[in-house]
């Protein structure tokens, strides 16, 4: 497992400088040279030839690209992202202030997510071709149909316009976080709880389930404690990949509820063509995800303790 | 399936028409058994063939102003109403679905060309080509789809080619590990040896043994990500960085009725609807062809 968890921690490596290149080569991919493309913004306008040149020479923008992308490593590496074209501003400052929200948003949702779905689960499990099993597949068809946008609309219309219950945006108190966490959750209650059923159902005729029943288990106990557990990995790699999507997700969500977070800041650079801000968030998050898959192959080994003894990711 | 029935076997080559309709009755028994399903694949067919057919069937132009009936109620005239401009909605949504699903069709066309090759060519012939092309993929898999396909499009300017492209380069990797691990699987099959062992050449292989298996999986994942990738143009259009108005759009369209959501509801319900119908009857179709190919699940 050590060997393995080696090898797994060195490719994550890999895979981050391979998005720090990805994300220095952003800025030329910009149509025009980086310089020119820096000024337009700033300027509202085409910069005229000695701008340009002499803009490059300031920020060494005349050097070569190796150099260039050297010398934004290791900026990068002590936290330094430049400069804000829109804002004027470090781009890290910005992006401090604007993480939380998003990590809040997003484990609020995850939570919420779990907390419905594997009761869910169980129902339908449970109650197999029965009540549960109905609820459960009717809502996991319709729930990951459903438009998250559009969903939140509904939420609003109801809960914040008719009933006046909730807030329709902003980021003061927790229930301005309800709304949101909802409309993202939806989609990923439905297929969380629909792979718990399975994963569940699976589970059901094993000679472990008879054996823990004979034992004279009740039967809340046989299911939440025997037949989750030996189907939780590939539920843990669902919420993984979940996590991805919220992520994804947040950026409409936090601008159509005016999140202060790193997605409507990022949605904002974008507009902008930001560039040092959407080299900064491309990675950050990148590494986030990255050392988030490591801690998932870490609880791969306690999940299973087979696979403590292995080395290679085959086995998974 | 054709044996099911007795009397279904070919006997009379002639019997066109009592093939037929023992083919239309097992049809129709099978959509009975699965209702849902039955839904969704109606749900498709109208949202394709009217998307298709648009330029023909729309009432009227998508930006054709009625200003005399500004968020007009459904009425005979216009069929579900208007917008704040006037515009019939239905003949908007219709051109939308053109647009989304005519996106849709480019980003996974290439996806499937590009990712599928990749991952082909990967898993065929192993080693260092195997593991470079796969760091690679992991590179694109390791960044969320939309912030992904969000730093292309803030690079490169809005645009419907940009977003193309952009979906595309957040697509790919998917089919390019899926097609890999098939064809790992695939690989030390006995059939695959046999045929090896046989002597055929590696045409042969590819395109007797190895595509033939691979396309059930691959049209499964297709159809759902139809769904998805409709998904993320309304997304990315909603927050002003995809389809761009006039162009008609589901989620711009709902982007634009946002402030009317109380004076009139139809101009929210009706795009989010077209979205609903679209990704649910990709979403049953995907789930039926995976039951149908594989009913052992």
């Known amino acids: 497992m050590a060997k393995f968890l080696m090898r797994r921690l060195l490719g994550g490596l890999g895979v981050l400088l391979l998005v720090s290149m990805l994300s220095f080569t952003l800025i030329y991919l910009a149509p025009g040279e980086p310089a020119a493309v820096i000024l337009t913004q700033r300027l509202g306008r085409i910069p005229t030839q000695a701008e340009t040149s002499r803009l490059a020479a300031a920020y060494g923008l005349d050097r070569p690209p190796v150099i260039q992308y050297l010398d934004w490593t290791i900026h990068a590496l002590r936290g330094d992202f430049g400069v804000s074209l829109r804002s004027g501003e470090p781009v890290i400052t910005e992006l401090q202030t604007r993480t939380m929200p998003t990590l809040l948003l997003a484990g609020a949702t995850t939570l919420f997510t779990l907390v419905i779905s594997i009761p869910l689960g169980l129902w339908a499990a449970v109650q197999e071709q029965g009540l549960g099993d109905r609820v459960s597949r009717f809502f996991s068809l319709v729930g990951v149909s459903v438009p998250d946008f559009w969903l939140a609309f509904g939420l609003i219309l109801i809960f914040s316009i008719y009933l006046r219950w909730l807030p329709t945006h902003g980021f003061e108190k927790p229930q301005d976080l309800i709304l949101p966490v909802v409309s993202l959750g939806v989609a990923n209650i439905a297929r ?21 029943r004979a034992k004279g ?5 046989v299911w939440v ?11 843990v790699t669902l919420v993984v990949s979940q996590f991805s999507a919220i992520v994804s997700g947040s950026v409409v969500m936090e601008t159509l509820f005016a999140l202060p977070g790193l997605g409507q800041f990022y949605v904002l650079a974008v507009r902008y063509n930001d560039i040092p801000v959407i080299q900064a968030t491309v990675l950050l998050i990148s590494a986030a995800f990255i050392f988030i898959n490591f801690l998932t192959d870490i609880a791969y080994g306690f999940l299973d303790p087979r696979l403590r003894g292995s ?4 086995t998974f | 399936m054709a044996s099911l029935t007795p009397g279904c076997v070919d006997q009379h080559p002639q019997k066109h028409f009592e ?28 949202i394709i063939s009217s998307s298709i057919l648009a330029p023909i069937l729309a009432p009227q132009a998508p930006d054709a102003q009625d200003l005399d009936h500004i968020l007009a109620l459904p009425s005979w005239q216009h069929l579900l109403g208007t917008d704040a401009l006037g ?18 069709t480019i980003v996974l066309s290439l996806s499937l060309l590009i990712g599928g090759t990749i991952g082909f060519v990967a898993g065929f012939y192993g080693g260092w080509l195997d593991e470079l092309w796969m760091r690679g993929m992991d590179l694109f898999l390791s960044i969320p789809t939309l912030i992904l396909a969000l730093a292309l499009i803030g690079t490169l300017g809005t645009g419907l080619q940009t977003m193309t492209l952009a979906l595309t380069i957040s697509w790919f990797p998917a089919y390019a590990r899926l097609v890999r691990s098939q064809v790992l699987v695939l690989k030390n099959q006995d059939f695959i040896t046999a045929a090896i062992t046989l002597g055929g050449s590696s045409w042969h292989i590819l395109w007797h043994h190895y595509l033939p298996s691979l396309v059930g999986v691959v049209v499964v994942q297709l159809s759902l990500d139809v769904g998805a990738v409709v998904l993320a143009i309304a997304g990315l259009s909603f927050i002003g960085l995809g389809v761009q108005p006039p162009t008609p759009e589901w989620g711009t369209m709902l982007v634009d009725a946002r402030p009317l959501m109380q004076v009139a509801p139809h101009t929210v319900i009706t795009p989010g609807l077209a979205i609903f119908a679209t990704v649910f ?4 179709l995907s789930e039926a062809l995976e039951n149908w190919l594989e009913p052992r699940k």
Do not use: C
């Open chain 1, 192 to 212: 969380l709880s629909r792979l718990a059923r399975s994963q569940l159902l699976g589970a059901k005729h094993q000679d472990y389930l008879r054996t823990a």
């Open chain 1, 217 to 221: 288990l009740p039967e809340w106990r």
């Open chain 1, 225 to 235: 404690f025997h037949a989750l557990p030996n189907g939780a990995i590939p539920l």
């Open chain 1, 311 to 314: 080395t290679s990711p085959e």
């Open chain 2, 19 to 46: 093939k037929f309709a023992q083919k239309f009755l097992l049809a129709k028994r099978w959509l009975s058994q699965y209702p849902v399903t039955a839904i969704g694949i109606f749900l498709l067919l109208i």
């Open chain 2, 87 to 104: 515009r019939d909605l239905l003949s908007r949504l219709m051109w939308a679905g053109r647009i989304s699903l005519a996106i849709a």
């Open chain 2, 281 to 284: 009857g990709f979403h049953t």
